[in-house]
């Protein structure tokens, strides 16, 4: 969708690195979210943030950090990565905060090694 | 703690064959139950369910949602190969700006 955008698409990582993840959008959405994909446990909200600086934890933060200086950016840091955090992580904006509003971007691809 | 339970996990038919899909749910605080579709990348908006009994349709998907026995069911008909996907089903327990709680997806094959 143009009006999400994730990057990077794929990334390989060593243990014990930091990363940063990005989300980008051009909608002016007030609701942005992070979600792992893991087989066996479906999406899992990690982190999601209602507006300027204001975020909150999900039901798996631990290891993770978010920040969101503007509205357009959503970043995700895994501060010190371990092979338990190799997923697939989706970002997602919503306009109200209600599921049928939901967008989501194309997915990063994140393996730790 | 909410959850989500989809069933089958997994799920191979032919083509031009009808599936149900089964979504089960226990949460806090109902607000919306919402099916998305998921091919290779990002999962796509199918439908969202409020009121119970009242059925969605498009095209050959439907669903309908039993608030009662807290379960819904996403049928698909004359199923193509294009309908091989991942069916998620998600329940927004009222704090929808605090997420959706997800299941664990129903991956459907369709055999030509």
């Known amino acids: 969708d143009a009006g999400i955008t994730q990057s990077p698409r794929h990334k390989v990582t060593e243990t014990g690195t930091p990363v940063t993840l990005r989300c980008h959008q051009t909608e002016n959405h007030r609701y942005m979210y992070w979600y792992r994909q893991d087989p066996g446990h479906g999406l899992r909200l990690i982190h999601y943030?209602?507006?300027?600086?204001?975020?909150d934890k999900g039901e798996v933060s631990d290891g993770y950090s978010v920040s969101r200086s503007k509205t357009e950016d959503f970043l995700l840091t895994l501060e010190s990565a371990t092979s338990s955090q190799t997923s697939v992580y989706f970002c997602?904006?919503?306009?109200?905060?209600?599921?049928?509003?939901?967008?989501f971007g194309s997915g990063t691809r994140l393996t730790v090694v | 703690e909410d959850k989500v339970v989809q069933s089958p996990l997994s799920l191979v038919v032919h083509e031009g064959d009808t599936v149900t899909l089964n979504c089960s749910y226990e949460?806090?605080?109902?607000?919306?139950l919402l099916w998305y579709k998921q091919e290779k990348k990002a999962p796509t908006f199918l439908f969202m369910l409020t009121s119970s009994g009242i059925e969605k349709k498009s095209g050959r998907l439907s669903s309908i949602l039993d608030k009662k026995e807290l379960f819904s069911i996403l049928n698909i008909t004359a199923t193509q190969t294009g309908d091989s996907a991942i069916y998620l089903c998600?329940?927004?327990?009222?704090?929808?700006?605090?997420?959706?709680?997800f299941g664990k997806g129903t991956h459907l094959i369709i055999q030509p």
């Open positions: 997602a904006i919503s306009e109200s905060g209600e599921g049928y509003g939901y967008t």
């Open positions: 998600a329940v927004d327990s009222g704090g929808g700006a605090d997420g959706l709680t």
């Open positions: 943030s209602y507006g300027v600086k204001d975020t």
């Open positions: 949460v806090t605080n109902f607000r919306s």
